[in-house]
């Protein structure tokens, strides 16, 4: 009888074991950050693009719709293939773009607004990324979507496509 | 001459604790920085990369230290932005009990089964 009890405890003991490496062997090693985030607007400050001024967060987003912060720069590839689907966001009517202009040289940056135009209502200057790390932005380009209760709902990491931007049209429907 | 004497030791004192609240602030910024994954680089930690990445990071843990955050603050902080995988050392969670709660598992029924065949023998 004990003996067969100490089998018994050995089998569950292994079977629990093999469960275990199993489910983590089965599981991928690769990190993959989530997009479906629910998070607070980060407080902060910042300075103007245009006007080389300083703005707070309170300031940039005031009014009661849905906001895409799309992180850019000048020096960024991938930035300018995302553009133009900015540029046609832009003209939707219910959603407003502020740009966050990453570790980027101002005048290199004013020629790329100048040349490929501007979707954004605001831009704000991120001279050292730290703002960037507020949103929780890996790095460039970062898209963000905020709901109309200021809360952080959507993270697209790398450069936006058109079956992101369908994906947003919808959201904000 | 004992007015000036009075105030370069309090200037003294004062500078001092200045140096040593700074080397403790740097001391807890590496040590906070190591323990913080560098998430777009491979196998390092904040503290050993040069990533454009780790150093806004660096930054920012920085300024959270100068405003006065403790560890566990600037670490909560991090965890809101970018999850538990930022952090090397991860906190008891629901994901995670498996992890802590194993080893000890391990060394209960190792313990169990050998005292069960010492007295078994005996």
């Known amino acids: ?173 | 001459m004992k007015y000036l004497n009075i105030f370069l030791i309090i200037f003294l004192l004062i500078g001092f604790s200045q140096l040593k609240s700074e080397e403790k602030n740097s001391e807890l910024k590496n040590k906070i920085l190591k323990n913080i994954r560098c998430l777009i680089c491979q196998g390092q930690s904040v503290y050993d990369s040069e990533s454009d990445f780790a150093s806004s990071i660096k930054l920012i843990v920085n300024e959270k230290i100068n405003q006065g955050m403790s560890e566990d603050q600037v670490y909560k902080f991090l965890r809101e932005k970018y999850g538990n995988w930022v952090i090397y050392d991860p906190k008891l969670s629901k994901n995670s009990y498996i992890l802590w709660l194993l080893p000890l598992l391990l060394f209960f029924v190792g313990g169990a089964i050998i005292s069960k065949i010492l007295i078994f023998r005996n």
Request: proline residues 4%; charged residues 25%.
């Open chain 1, 1 to 173: 009888m004990k003996n067969k009890f100490s089998i018994f405890v050995i089998v569950i003991f292994l079977t629990f074991c093999f469960v275990i490496f199993y489910k983590g062997l089965d599981s991928s090693n690769i990190y993959t950050p989530k997009n479906n985030i629910e998070t607070n607007l980060p407080i902060f400050k910042a300075k103007d693009f245009i006007t080389n001024t300083d703005i707070d967060s309170a300031t940039v987003f005031t009014e009661e719709s849905y906001y895409i912060v799309n992180i850019w720069a000048s020096w960024c590839v991938p930035c300018r293939k995302e553009h133009p689907l900015l540029m046609e966001l832009s003209k939707n009517q219910l959603i407003k773009l502020i740009g966050l202009n990453y570790m980027d040289n101002l005048n290199n940056a004013k020629k790329f607004i100048n040349e490929l135009g501007n979707p954004y209502t605001q831009i704000l200057i991120d001279k050292d990324g730290t703002l960037a790390v507020e949103f929780g932005a890996y790095g460039v380009p970062e898209t963000f979507l905020i709901d109309r209760n200021k809360k952080i709902i959507k993270k697209f990491i790398g450069p936006i496509n058109k079956k992101i931007i369908e994906e947003i049209k919808l959201i904000i429907k």
